[in-house]
């Protein structure tokens, strides 16, 4: 069984729609979570990154990423932004135009961890609306 293509942690670029569901021309940054551990060109799943900080409501988690305006950093990031924790995105690998870097371990960690306080406060509100 031949290795998968990409892992988690790495940062891809890939033309997926918004959050509208409009497919702009330009690629936007997409930090892998999770590939298919047996089927080589599986679906990627991930995270959108986002470069505006100004569009964050206090409902709309974000972790802002390592960057580098120099040198890009070992993400291949040049400005600052954010993987948006409730912007999830399935990306066909056909559509992957690049990798241009990855995250630490530790960056991975901490972003799992935040994932699953916001699941648990989604949890909670839904209880609460019932």
């Not at 293509?5 to 959050?19: E, L, N, S, T």
């Not at 509208?20 to 959108?48: E, M, Q, T």
């Not at 409902?59 to 999830?88: F, H, K, N």
């Amino acid at each position: 069984m031949a290795k998968p293509r990409y892992k988690p942690g790495q940062v891809i670029w890939a033309r997926v729609p918004d959050r509208n569901g409009v497919v702009k021309d330009k690629a936007r940054p997409i930090l892998v979570i999770l590939v298919h551990p047996k089927i080589r060109d599986a679906p990627l799943f991930g995270l959108a990154i986002s470069t505006r900080a100004d569009n964050y409501p206090q409902d709309d988690p974000v972790i802002e990423m390592p960057w580098d305006a120099s040198t890009g950093s070992t993400t291949g990031l040049y400005e600052w932004c954010a993987v948006v924790l409730l912007w999830r995105v399935a990306v066909e690998q056909v559509d992957i135009e690049r990798t241009s870097g990855a995250v630490s371990d530790e960056f991975m960690e901490t972003l799992s961890e935040k994932m699953k306080e916001v699941e648990f406060w989604i949890s909670q509100v839904r209880k609460c609306k019932r």
